[in-house]
């Protein structure tokens, strides 16, 4: 997995809760629409210079402190 790769998930998983208005409504935004907005983002963030350097591989996570 790539830095993009987890930042992709992430900015997908922050979206979780985000909400859209479609018409006076709201709703929650579905799992598609929310990769779409994050593979958007990573898509910017790779066309300004990376200096993320989102192709590199991601460390793993910490496990979690008890």
Known sequence: MTKGDHLRYQIA???RRA???VRG???ELTEQ???AVADHVVRQLR?????WRLDE???PA?????
Do not use: I
Request: aromatic share 8%; charged share 30%; hydrophobic share 30%.
């Open 19 to 21: 909400r859209k208005l």
């Open 62 to 66: 910490p496990p979690p402190s008890a």
């Open 47 to 51: 066309q300004h210079g990376d200096p």
């Open 57 to 59: 591989g991601a460390k």
């Open 13 to 15: 998983f922050a979206l």
């Open 25 to 27: 409504l709201k709703q």
């Open 33 to 35: 629409e929310r990769f």
